[in-house]
């Protein structure tokens, strides 16, 4: 059974930086392009970083693009978003996802606020 589970959301002030973590379980995880995706209230679900699985190429959408990093550590299956220079654009609930399987995880939330 394929599981998905989020971690390291919080409140933190604009300017800071967190480090989102998604432990995975019940597949092979090295095998699998990951991403990760956003929703903010009221706004469609976006797609923010997608890493391949085999060499590590990185896709960024553009409001994210030099702010963010995705990362993945497959001894550990465990995908990364590092997040600085957070904006409070950027407050959203986080997910991972993995490709090819419908399910999502329960997302970790983050509030970016003074």
């Known amino acids: 059974q394929v599981q998905l589970v989020e971690s390291g959301g919080g409140l933190v002030q604009p300017g800071g930086s967190l480090r989102l973590s998604c432990a995975t379980s019940?597949?092979?995880?090295?095998?699998?392009?990951m991403t990760w995706y956003r929703q903010a209230p009221g706004k469609e679900r976006e797609r923010v970083a997608t890493?391949?699985?085999?060499?590590?190429?990185?896709w960024y959408a553009d409001p994210v693009k030099g702010r963010f990093t995705i990362s993945r550590d497959n001894a550990r299956n465990t995908l990364y978003l590092q997040m600085n220079s957070l904006k409070p654009e950027d407050t959203a609930v986080y997910y991972c996802?993995?490709?090819?399987?419908?399910?999502w995880g329960q997302g970790t939330q983050v509030t970016v606020s003074s």
């Open positions: 019940g597949f092979p995880f090295s095998n699998y392009a």
């Open positions: 890493i391949t699985n085999s060499d590590d190429i990185t």
């Open positions: 996802k993995r490709t090819n399987y419908p399910g």
